[in-house]
């Protein structure tokens, strides 16, 4: 169940995207944003920090929005939140409406970090394994951690299975100081 600030603006992007036919458009650059977030720490910074007044949170979200060619409803929400003073929140509001979005399809929604990039087939065996497990068809969105160093982490609803040689490792290591 999603609920929260976060919970609320996603399904109320949800249903404007929905009833616009704009699901995957909005999907697709909300993902985008997401990347935008992920590689730029000035971005970060601006979403994070109440330092910042709404205003120039708008003005700056206004500007990154254009140059990076947002679409209309995504964009305008952004903008909202912006305006609210909401943006530290942008990242739940995220996965809220992916989350919302694969309900909807009767999808399960996973993320999955792996140490390497998956191939095609990988990620095809992948989403069949996790729809074995769940009896439900599996949205994966996949990001590299290179610091795994090998193995995967699955994070499906509330449960994470983590087969990563890091935490192994890890894991070792501790049991060895246990020992020692």
Same mark, same amino acid.
């Given at each position: 169940?999603?609920?929260?600030?976060?919970?609320?603006?996603?399904?109320?992007?949800?249903?404007?995207?929905?009833?616009?036919?704009?699901?995957?458009?909005?999907?697709?650059?909300?993902?985008?944003?997401?990347?935008?977030?992920?590689?730029?720490?000035?971005?970060?910074?601006?979403?994070? *920090?109440?330092?910042?007044?709404?205003?120039? @949170?708008? #003005?700056?979200?206004? $500007?990154? %929005?254009?140059? +990076?060619?947002?679409? =209309?409803?995504?964009?305008?929400?952004?903008?909202?939140?912006?305006?609210?003073?909401?943006?530290?929140?942008?990242?739940?509001?995220?996965?809220?409406?992916?989350?919302?979005?694969?309900?909807?399809?009767?999808?399960?929604?996973?993320?999955?970090? *792996?140490?390497?990039?998956?191939?095609?087939? @990988?990620? #095809?065996?992948?989403? $069949?394994? %996790?729809?074995? +497990?769940?009896?439900? =068809?599996?949205?994966?969105?996949?990001?590299?951690?290179?610091?795994?160093?090998?193995?995967?982490?699955?994070?499906?609803?509330?449960?994470?299975?983590?087969?990563?040689?890091?935490?192994?490792?890890?894991?070792?290591?501790?049991?060895?100081?246990?020992?020692?």
């Amino acid at each position: 169940m999603i609920s929260g600030v976060a919970g609320r603006y996603a399904r109320s992007l949800f249903e404007l995207a929905d009833e616009a036919g704009a699901l995957q458009t909005v999907e697709k650059d909300l993902a985008d944003f997401e990347e935008m977030l992920a590689v730029s720490e000035d971005l970060q910074r601006l979403i994070d *920090s109440p330092v910042f007044s709404a205003d120039e @949170q708008y #003005k700056a979200i206004n $500007a990154v %929005l254009d140059r +990076a060619g947002i679409g =209309d409803l995504t964009g305008n929400f952004l903008r909202v939140v912006a305006k609210n003073r909401r943006l530290f929140a942008v990242p739940q509001m995220i996965r809220a409406f992916r989350q919302i979005a694969a309900e909807a399809r009767g999808e399960v929604a996973a993320d999955v970090t *792996s140490a390497h990039a998956l191939t095609a087939a @990988q990620e #095809k065996e992948l989403k $069949a394994a %996790l729809k074995s +497990a769940v009896g439900k =068809d599996v949205a994966v969105r996949v990001t590299v951690d290179p610091s795994l160093l090998g193995g995967l982490i699955v994070k499906l609803g509330s449960r994470q299975i983590d087969t990563s040689l890091k935490t192994k490792l890890n894991s070792l290591k501790l049991a060895l100081k246990e020992v020692g």
